[in-house]
């Protein structure tokens, strides 16, 4: 996955509260909902402390800040600190923190100091994108014949089999979908396809679906032969894949956004399970 970028970020805050507006439309819960049903966990006063760091690229402006965002107005109580890297851990574990948000080139983690937990921001991304998707009401309980993951007619298509598409995958089969998948590299549909009970995606079949999820760093890998009126497209990918004529041409809806959707998701894979 690309880089986030300081203009990826300009209009985060609107994007998260539309964005959960639309899973709730779509899966009936909200956000922080969906989020304590897929990971049975749920927030308990726990401080968050974000950490900026500079190595690699540098600190991405309004990064800290949009994490910040995301866990206020989730009503969970977090600051930033003033320090930066090593300084800034030292200052968190100091401050009393519970969890530590903090991010490099490489690497976007959550670490409960509490209860040991750590969760990557890749992994949980492509789980609660694909959760979204197996949650959506047009498509739960009656209208999926979970014991045939033979239907194509509900058939999911994957698009992306990388460090976020692959944990996405991994989920859906866990909800026993029926899966297509497709990848530039057909090496690693090869392998996916070995290992995975999932069908290769070919273009020349003509297949389309109601439900797609693409996590790629690329523009425009959804196509107009593959979308039906009214198909949910389930996104992490920066840029958005599918263009903004063919979401308008089909009625296509696009569940996207940056940061913070992938934020809640770690933040509830390291909270302490709960019962409701």
Do not use: W
């Amino acid at each position: 996955m690309a880089l986030l970028t300081p203009d990826d970020l300009a209009d985060m805050t609107n994007a998260l509260i539309k964005n959960d507006c639309l899973i709730q439309e779509l899966t009936t819960y909200s956000l922080d909902g969906l989020c304590r049903k897929v990971y049975g966990t749920a927030p308990g006063n726990e401080m968050i402390a974000i950490v900026p760091v500079t190595a690699g690229n540098g600190i991405i402006g309004s990064f800290s800040e949009s994490l910040l965002f995301t866990v206020k107005h989730f009503g969970m109580n977090g600051f930033i600190t003033e320090n930066t890297d090593v300084a800034g851990y030292y200052e968190a574990v100091t401050a009393g923190a519970d969890i530590v948000l903090m991010a490099d080139d490489l690497a976007y983690i959550a670490h409960n100091l509490r209860n040991g937990k750590i969760a990557h921001n890749q992994v949980c991304t492509g789980r609660i994108y694909a959760e979204i998707l197996c949650h959506a009401a047009d498509f739960a309980d009656g209208d999926i014949d979970n014991d045939n993951i033979d239907n194509d007619e509900n058939a999911l298509l994957v698009i992306g089999l990388g460090k976020v598409g692959t944990p996405a995958l991994e989920t859906f089969l866990n909800e026993k979908q029926n899966i297509y998948v497709f990848d530039v590299d057909s090496k690693r549909v090869d392998e996916i396809v070995l290992h995975y009970p999932v069908k290769k995606y070919d273009p020349k079949d003509g297949k389309t679906f109601s439900r797609i999820f693409e996590a790629t760093p690329c523009a425009d890998t959804i196509s107009e032969s593959v979308l039906r009126e009214n198909s949910v497209v389930s996104t992490p990918g920066i840029p958005c894949g599918i263009s903004g004529e063919l979401i308008e041409k089909y009625s296509v809806r696009v569940v996207l956004e940056p940061l913070g959707i992938g934020t809640l998701s770690m933040l509830y894979a390291v909270f302490d399970f709960r019962v409701a």
